[in-house]
């Protein structure tokens, strides 16, 4: 069992930057996967980054890359998205899941754990 805590959210204007953060539980954090998806009203929820559980793999959705960076500390049981250059589009809830397994992947329905949630308001 893996409990998540997303933090970090916010208004922001367009341009700035935001860093959220995952915190997660257990023993075994380096054995996951872990991803950032995105859900706006009225939308699905969307991929946005993926990283793998040495932290040597990425991946990230077109729309985020070269703004957004995601990267995970192992020791502190961790997983971070700096986002910079914020545009309006960007506004949504943010979420991080873990993956069974260290693999990436950008598919919703692979992650077996959810945190709650933390919005991110971009004003234009």
């Known amino acids: 069992q893996v409990q998540l805590v997303e933090s970090g959210g916010g208004l922001v204007q367009a341009g700035g930057s935001l860093r959220l953060s995952c915190a997660a539980s257990g023993r075994t954090f380096s054995s996951y996967a872990m991803g950032w998806f995105r859900q706006a009203p009225g939308k699905e929820r969307e991929f946005v980054a993926s990283?793998?559980?040495?932290?040597?793999?990425?991946r990230y959705a077109d729309s985020v890359k070269g703004r957004f960076t995601i990267s995970r500390d192992n020791a502190k049981n961790a997983v971070l998205l700096q986002m910079t250059s914020l545009k309006p589009e960007d506004t949504a809830v943010y979420y991080c899941?873990?993956?069974?397994?260290?693999?990436?992947?950008?598919?919703?329905?692979?992650?077996?754990?959810w945190g709650q949630g933390t919005q991110v308001t971009v004003s234009s």
């Open positions: 990283i793998g559980g040495s932290g040597t793999t990425t």
């Open positions: 899941a873990a993956k069974g397994g260290s693999l990436i992947s950008t598919m919703r329905d692979r992650y077996d754990y």
